[in-house]
């Protein structure tokens, strides 16, 4: 099985953002630059892909928020309320580089006052040679009924953490991993095919973004 791996940098976004001499928003935004002498093309085809795309956040998200801090802030001061900060910060983390395959997800996280931010999860798994997206299904060939199977795995490991009282859920969780269950929602990690759940979606914002990993063994590794 062939061990081959892209190099990852980081590249980074990042300003500082004022309205009437206050500041009222900074944002931090990562994404990957791969180099590889090996899947050229492709990777040109992802270093510009990723470019865009922080770029496209920066422009309609970022700046929606910017407005809304400008507003926020004209309240505040209109209202002798305390002037809240916006925060955005984008990062990414490589899960999986090797046998011809890339998976990574972003985390993008937003504070727009109160409490606390929310955070949201994204992920890419790509076949290098191929030059494709890849797919849920394609790391279980030989099950049909594959989400099921691994709603029902992900069932059975939330019974056993809750015995041991190491993490919280909410008391129907069982009808939440099916009804919040999203295909679109894994990544790769050398152990297996991680299916992760946002926040709030089977558990109190405490608990995190909850993440369990399905063993290769249920399903296939990738290989060149």
């Not at 009222?24 to 990723?50: E, G, M, Q």
Request: glycine content about 4%; aromatic content about 18%; some cysteine.
């Amino acid at each position: 099985m062939t061990s081959y791996t892209l190099t990852v940098n980081e590249h980074k976004i990042k300003k500082d953002m004022y309205y009437k001499g206050h500041l009222i928003l900074t944002y931090t935004i990562k994404y990957p630059k791969f180099v590889s002498d090996k899947f050229k093309l492709f990777v040109t085809k992802l270093n510009l892909f990723y470019k865009a795309e922080a770029s496209m956040y920066r422009r309609t998200q970022v700046m929606k928020l910017y407005q809304m801090a400008m507003d926020d802030y004209e309240n505040s001061i209109a209202n002798d309320f305390p002037v809240h900060e916006y925060e955005v910060y984008v990062e990414f983390h490589v899960t999986y580089n090797k046998n011809c395959t890339l998976s990574l997800y972003f985390d993008r996280y937003e504070y727009t006052g109160g409490a606390h931010g929310m955070t949201y999860r994204s992920s890419d798994t790509w076949d290098l040679q191929k030059g494709t997206r890849m797919e849920l299904r394609d790391f279980f060939p030989d099950k049909e009924n594959y989400t099921e199977s691994i709603q029902q795995d992900i069932i059975h490991m939330i019974k056993g953490e809750r015995k041991n009282d190491n993490t919280m859920f909410f008391d129907d969780y069982a009808d939440l991993v099916k009804e919040n269950f999203n295909a679109k929602n894994f990544y790769l990690s050398n152990e297996g095919v991680v299916i992760y759940y946002q926040l709030y979606e089977i558990a109190p914002y405490a608990s995190g973004i909850q993440t369990f990993t399905i063993p290769y063994s249920k399903g296939a590794e990738p290989s060149c």
